[in-house]
């Protein structure tokens, strides 16, 4: 049973107050209901959080490391900004996957470069919350293939 | 019920004997079938088409407009030249999901861009066969919101 | 009396079907049927052909280049990714017309750049079913201007 | 009956003495007789001018507005560098017709970014004197299209 | 009488101690009392923070969101770095004003492009102190016509 | 008592007629009565010029340079493209304060530039005839400090 | 004694027809005369397929994966558009030796970067028939250094 | 004797009053006072204008095209920007000397790139008021040998 | 005997946990006991800190810009992407050696660029612990030299 | 029977000692006798030389101008440097033949451009020693094929 | 009477033989001639050298800086790629004339862009032999005038 | 006890005479006899060397591989503009230790990039004649550690 860190970047928080035609009427509240329901469905013991702040997202994944089997990350901003986060995502050696609430390839030019994909297992982008859903099912799946092999 | 057609790109047919080290050892056929298993379960129908031709992905497309909900596809090489299959995407109207068995975000800088993403409702990418299968739950899934509204 | 081949490139096929807020209602067949009309207006011999494929429409051009005195070309997607094309129509030395439904100069930065231009006599763009008729036009006055000197 | 504003950019006044390797033997008086020609056989009024200096062109285009219905323009070297015309275009609100002598797209590199084609209707480039006898012919297609509906 | 919340960016606390001879001798302390007394002057409400922390904005924006009728920002360093404050602001939906002690246009050439800019009313940069007298009055005068009409 | 030059750059006459979406209704008129309006209670002198031609504005700062204390330029399309006007200001020495209608930062790619910065004092944008009155305010805060000092 | 897979990419067949003053007047007929006398001189095997389509390509070599121990390859046009030949001869694991009858690097810009080359054991170019000639000893030269050790 | 138009840019007729550390103290009268010197020494002819409008300094070449053999043109700011002086040189067909008080390829990066050379016979930048005078006697060296031949 | 300030960026906490192949196994508790060790015997003061936040090392070194005499700061992920850090350096006006474990200049493209080392004295790089022992004897050789004079 | 001088670059006479996984293990002198025998039974003259200076390079083509009738050269480090060794190949007049050991196409990105390839006949790259070997039966081509014409 | 060192860079001894329909007829000799000539008119002492190496031209220079009082140099091929002729000009302190025999400017892409530009006086090209004269006369007239003052 | 041999680039021959601004007063021999004083009391033995060709560094390079243990290098000028030192360099397999003077990260852009910091262990930028003591000692201490394990 994976223990699995789900880390929501900056702004999140207002979700749902926020821009509702990009991102849909769900709060982060909701989101995490729902994260929580399917991870009971697929036997995952969940630890979410959401920070505003990059050093403060650093130091949590450097927190996490010894509890957690994966992380599914959605770092909002810092996806085209943090070189930070991507080398803490690299110094845990756990794997990462990569969530985006909208498909960021879509949006401005500066959204379509991540920093993060250079050291994540793998991207999902641009089904709202069902990012996340799917995010959690691809971190369970790279756990059981990794803990069967 | 959504009928779903999912387009396997070029050289994809190659699958398994082709650099194991990157895409696993996985046939297409393999994932085909994990494909209609999962389809099955979802209740989805599968139309599923291999094609090595820019052309020939272009001619699918416009001939299963007619038939199909939502396509899946792994435009694979054409992801980061055809400005034809994205053309055929927008013309139909239909949603479709970007898959990729690689994280194509890691790999050489000329893959990193995507022609299709501008048109397609998301990606995922870097979870080898399980790419796919979680490409086809999104596409239920937004066949089931929008059909419910 | 010329003979002219009329090239519609990849996805042309759907028009009418295809995002009318671009290019108007008009289906190929209404396009075809008035650039037949104002071919026997001009005394011209037309043969029109669409293809989906970059391979198809360079076999084509070279098939038809003892036949034909001009080509008008619409190369669609391929206006912007095949040099495969531009090769094909230096090859047969005939005149070559490139015509584009909408203004490409005002569409996304990817589809201001044309391969084909640089070795097309000229291109119009933006008239949409006009952008043929002026062509078919042009490629006449280029032919009765060539043979009469 | 439309009002039409043909508009010579700079240089043209020099036409048939200038580079004729590039833009033939014809000088400005004679492409404006088949202008007039072809206008009084398509019921256009037009009116000719000719202007060395970006800022008589905005003037121009700003005396006109209320007159004409649309404008034909071979802004000439301004095609390249001037946001001035490009806003006077744009403030007129008329449909404007880009025309050029030479295939701008096959010339050098700075010649093939045009500023003007964000607001125009469509670009007509490479078919010497032609090229503007098809503006026209758009021009009042145009015109016709839009008094109709 | 509008609710302003004012925010000064990194380093802008060591004010006066800091490259005199690009900022001034004022101290921010100095500016804050002008923009208090203007505040007075103008009929407005002020809320005057400083933050080192790109994190630490992005939380006062967002606490600040039902509160304030108008944002007037100094981004100072994270002008040209930060895509989460840029969010913050997009996600508050309040009008915001971004002001600059210096000219920042003028300076090197990575303080030229402002990743705010996108998200703002309006920019005011390189009059000292008197950017920010500018800004409150700018926002104050969106606060009028705004709930004027 | 400053005497302040202003500047309005090409097409600024046709305000109010023009793109009404981005700039407003106020016509050229408007914003001049306002700006008379705001020297008089700040007690400057003003002298207001509209030019369409770049080497007529050039011309105009030369010949202005002897009675003026400050120049307030909205340089229009000019921001972009001219280096004749910007060496103009830096001939003069005078303060210029640049002004925008628009946030010129928010537009095309093409307008985020700006020629004239480099040698101006600052840059307003974005608040509509209001950057005007900002920009006049500056100015006779730029001339009293120097004239104190 | 080796197989050998020759491939003549598209336009090829036109080959004596097309831009002598570039290629020569050489048949593809010729070439491939010589091709033979040079490996019946070697003791290699041939087959030499000529295909206008890049997925015909993409096919082809994915057929003779089995029989072949060499791959020789004048991609032609799709030298500098084509990822899915690239990654057709990736997928092969045979050697390929990629030939230019011209010396691309010294024609158009596009033309001077090849996607093959990143992953063929080395390039010719420039030498017109001869190219293939000195390709075809590559490969067997390739073939005897790899099958002695 | 050669007949000899010499032409000064815009902003030249505040030479000496302008940034006199890059420029020197030398007005333009002193210029042309030596100009006209050294021509009556080498037996030339001159002509010498000042313009600030760029359409004025093309109209000024068209006029003088009959009666000059030579240009001597310090395009000032138009260097940098002006395609329509580059097209009236060409379009005269007369040899063209391009000079410059300072050294251009020292100061900001945009005034290193000229569009004035790719017309002219050559280039002489950096010697102040002397680049005038190598100026003419290049043009006059340039006559000689040209009607010697 | 200088006071010299240490600052390690993000991530360095997990120093020896952390991909070991680029950075060795050293703890920072290694370093940090190494740094005083040369600090006694170079009769320096340290003071050793280590954060994650970008905004935590600005008011780091605000608040010991009074008491330290020199900077020795490896800023980690900040060095390519913090502008808040570097205008911190220059606003404490205090000499900064910049140190690196990795030869930042052999890594990924994104790591050449440093925005710190434009306000630093020098740049160390590629020596693992011992860059940040010659950072210290280069902080206490610039003391010694600027006290001298 | 031609003259032929074979020109080794920089470094080449490290061969055999430097890197070996890209090289491979042959010596200078085994690649320079096997180019002798070659040489034998093709009928050529060999004169083979090792340079590590530009200049020398430069003097070297100068000085056998006369006597050679082709260059074969692998200009090593200096193919992606100098502009030098490019001009003195333009000015013997003399065919060139550029072979390189790797497939420089392959390799770090500066190593992709050739600045000797715009002034040579053709390029030949990525065979290790069979590179020289084919590129003297190309010098030996070219020289039968023009001495018949 | 002033100490001039004039320098020819890589391949100009090789002048006249060298592709005439760029440079003309004339051998380095003639130039010489003329050069010394000219000097003897001017009362200047010339010193005369040709190097090929790019390591030569910087020693040569620092050697004459004792003696010379201003370098005329015509760097060649290393005009654009030699930093360390660049660093040697700055280093002498020497005034310094960049003489070209073509205008460079109208050259290829890479023969625009002057290294040693950034450290001379002046640059002169375009000229052929007489740019040579024409950079003696500037060097005479830099001597006189910083004599004098 | 280390062999290292010391190379010193083009130019710094004439240290102390050269833009003191930048580089201090110190000549060549001051450096050298640091060194040698360091290298005593560091139990080094050193081969001190000054180039001003490249291709003599990179001969110089190949000699001293057998007898050195390592290279501490200021490669100056070609810093910037070399591949054929960082050639040498990886040929040599030696450890390679980059020095230079002035922090090349703050200078001209050009000298921004170095080209032999992808063979060299690391850089010491920016601390005068203290960047060559550093970088002896960096020499040493990796030999210490080398021979240790």
Redesign the interface.
């Known amino acids: 049973m994976p223990n699995i860190i789900v880390i929501h ?3 999140l ?2 979700l749902g ?3 509702p035609e990009v991102y849909g009427k769900l709060t982060l509240d909701d989101i995490n209901a729902r994260l929580e329901a399917l991870a009971r469905e697929l036997g995952a013991q969940l630890r979410i959080e959401q ?6 997202i ?2 949590l994944i ?1 927190e996490t ?1 010894d509890w957690a089997d994966a992380v599914v990350i959605n770092p ?3 996806t ?5 986060i ?3 995502i ?3 050696g756990l794997p990462a996957i990569e969530v985006h609430l909208s ?1 960021i ?2 949006r ?1 030019e ?6 993060i ?2 050291v ?8 709202g919350c ?2 996340y859903l ?1 995010g959690l ?2 971190a369970c ?2 756990y059981t293939n990794s803990s069967r092999s």
Chains 1, 2, 3, 4, 5, 6, 7, 8, 9, 10, 11, 12 share one sequence.
């Open positions: 970047g900056p702004n928080h207002l107050k926020r821009e920070r505003n702040g990059e050093g403060e650093v130091t450097g490391m909002a901003a810092y085209h900004t943090s070189v930070a991507r080398d803490a690299a110094a845990t498909n390839h879509k401005e500066f959204r379509h470069k991540s920093l994909a250079g994540a297992v793998g991207q999902i982008a641009g089904f069902e990012s799917l099912r691809a799946s790279i």
